[in-house]
């Protein structure tokens, strides 16, 4: 890996350039302490970042380079691989655009090619916005997609981290009563099965996985829906079945608080919004986002473009700051599980 001991190296996307990444990226390079924990290097347009950069009233020295390689990492420089795709001429902050959903799918790619040559040990990715990239064209829609499909990755899954709660989740971008209509015995154990694999990844040997149930009082013996019995229930102990320490399900409005105090080592949440509030609520800046199931880390913060605050620089660099440290752990995490398993063979 690219780390060799040293503190690993960090690629760090900077999203839709009429977006808040790139000014969110440039505060978390100047004020962040990123230099403590990795070797950040950019992916992106300097332009976008210089202008981003007197947004935020922060000074970057960007300096460019052609490879991972060529980079020194000195502590009052920023390495960046310019990728020069935004015609400052044309860009317009805060609005849908498909030229930026195109440059901002150039700093995925890159990140993607990089990540698997061993050049970078993870990556981390300011937003992106879904209407900008089928605007330009994009065949994806979103991060978690492109980096699935990019790198052959069969079981991808979201992974939130705030302090020491994990949450993973058995649907997502779907209407509620569409996740509703999918939450079944089979895919709630195949979600079982992967978020045992992708925390052994990161060095957990009997991660602990509690279930969130999907009714009030989880269900409270049937009076409020069988979805408990009939399909939560089955999929847990199927799940026992296969090794996995997998337990529930546990009524929603607890389960979370009972991870938080130690009781499991992550929660499967059933669907978007039912663990994105209880992550949110408890540190919404510093809510990350991990897609596990890839061969490298990939950290992202969980908000969006905020188009109606761009190119104002009211925006916080917290979560995007976090969201480098987070990646940098984890790569740590990643790395020293593959070379323990190494060693045993």
């Keep these: 890996m690219a780390s060799q001991g040293k503190r690993p190296i960090i690629a760090i996307t900077i999203g839709d350039p009429a977006g808040i990444g790139p000014e969110v990226t440039a505060g978390a390079l100047a004020h962040g302490r990123l230099d403590e924990v990795c070797r950040p290097l950019l992916l992106g347009d300097a332009g976008v970042l210089r202008q981003a950069a007197r947004c935020m009233g922060v000074e970057l020295k960007l300096v460019p380079v052609a490879s991972p ?134 060095g957990l040997t009997a991660p602990r996985i509690a279930l969130a149930a999907l009714n009030p009082h989880n269900g409270e013996g049937g009076l409020f829906g069988d979805t408990e019995s009939r399909e939560l229930r089955p999929a847990v102990e199927a799940a026992r079945a296969r090794g996995i320490n997998a337990s529930g399900p546990y009524p929603a409005d607890s389960v979370f608080h009972m991870a938080m105090q130690g009781g499991a080592d992550a929660v499967l949440s059933l669907f978007h919004d039912q663990g994105h509030i209880a992550a949110k609520s408890i540190d919404f800046e510093k809510t990350i986002a991990i897609t596990t199931g890839l061969p490298f880390v990939r950290a992202s913060v969980d908000h969006g473009t905020a188009f109606d605050i761009a190119g104002t620089g009211k925006a916080s660099w917290v979560s995007m700051a976090e969201a480098v440290r987070v990646g940098a752990e984890y790569a740590r995490l990643f790395r020293e599980t593959r070379e323990g398993q190494a060693a045993q063979t």
């Excluded at 805060?94 to 799918?105: D, F, T």
């Excluded at 997502?172 to 992708?198: G, K, Y």
């Design 69 to 202: 390689a060529d980079a020194t990492f000195a502590p009052d420089e920023v390495s960046m691989l310019d990728l020069a795709n935004v015609d400052l001429g044309v860009l317009r902050m805060g609005e849908i655009q498909g030229a930026c959903g195109q440059a901002a799918y150039g700093y995925i790619r890159k990140s993607i090619e990089l990540a698997l040559a061993g050049e970078v040990d993870a990556v981390a990715t300011a937003p992106i916005n879904k209407e900008a990239l089928r605007a330009g064209g994009v065949p994806y829609l979103d991060h978690t997609a492109m980096y699935a499909d990019l790198t052959h990755s069969l079981n991808p899954m979201t992974m939130f981290t705030v302090g020491t709660l994990r949450i993973f989740f058995a649907t997502r971008h779907v209407s509620l009563r569409t996740a509703v209509d999918q939450i079944a015995q089979d895919l709630v154990l195949e979600n079982l099965v992967n978020a045992d694999e992708a925390l052994k990844s990161y």
